[in-house]
């Protein structure tokens, strides 16, 4: 299963503080949700978006995701 997310952070906040704004199960067309979360985040004293896309059905591989 895929997982869509949207990270934002309010404005003059630090990059360490960055929400998630939107959670979609399944297929979601990135460049349109970008664009509809870019509006919702000028009225909302957001910036900063970045959309991920997480396979859950995978096993994770925590070696990559620390330094070792």
């Not at 978006?49 to 995701?65: G, I």
């Given at each position: 299963?895929?997982?869509?997310?949207?990270?934002?952070?309010?404005?003059?906040?630090?990059?360490y503080m960055e929400e998630i704004l939107?959670?979609?199960?399944?297929?979601?067309?990135?460049?349109?949700?970008?664009?509809?979360?870019?509006?919702?985040?000028?009225?909302?004293?957001?910036?900063?978006?970045?959309?991920?896309?997480?396979?859950?059905?995978?096993?994770?591989?925590?070696t990559q995701s620390i330094n070792i």
């Amino acid at each position: 299963m895929k997982v869509t997310l949207l990270y934002g952070c309010k404005v003059d906040e630090s990059d360490y503080m960055e929400e998630i704004l939107y959670e979609c199960k399944g297929y979601v067309n990135k460049d349109k949700l970008l664009v509809h979360g870019q509006k919702w985040a000028k009225e909302n004293n957001y910036n900063r978006l970045r959309v991920t896309v997480n396979d859950l059905s995978e096993q994770p591989n925590f070696t990559q995701s620390i330094n070792i």
